[in-house]
């Protein structure tokens, strides 16, 4: 499973970003999607995760009400939608996937792509 996360940038506080996570093959469907981020000098912490078939979503409480994730298994993508944004939003984010599962761990998830830089600026 190959995964390619883009959509970062440069955003002022309170703005708004998108994210998406494509994913390679036809096995898409099958798979519980995470994303995590990883502020400078922090380790890496959950984000948002989303069951296979979206019926169920999770999120970290520092981005409840802000964060929405979801996902179109058509387009094999998974997306972060991202609003009101604050400074200590500021991170690279990465998603990340896994077989019948998601989880809020990192060890939950055996596929990363390489992540997206999102720079809010206050």
Do not use: H
């Not at 309170?14 to 400078?40: E, T």
């Not at 169920?56 to 058509?74: L, P």
């Not at 387009?75 to 599962?101: H, I, P, R, W």
């Amino acid at each position: 499973v190959q995964l390619q996360a883009s959509g970062g940038g440069l955003v002022q506080a309170g703005g708004s970003l998108r994210l998406s996570c494509a994913a390679s093959g036809r096995i898409f469907s099958s798979l519980g999607m995470g994303w995590f981020r990883q502020a400078p000098g922090k380790e890496r912490e959950f984000v948002a995760a989303i069951t296979w078939n979206a019926a169920r979503t999770y999120y970290a409480d520092s981005v409840k009400g802000r964060f929405t994730i979801s996902r179109d298994n058509s387009q094999n993508t998974v997306y972060l939608q991202m609003n009101s944004l604050k400074s200590e939003d500021t991170a690279v984010y990465y998603c990340a996937a896994e077989f019948g599962n998601w989880g809020t761990r990192e060890g939950e998830y055996r596929y990363w792509g390489q992540g997206t830089l999102v720079t809010v600026s206050s």
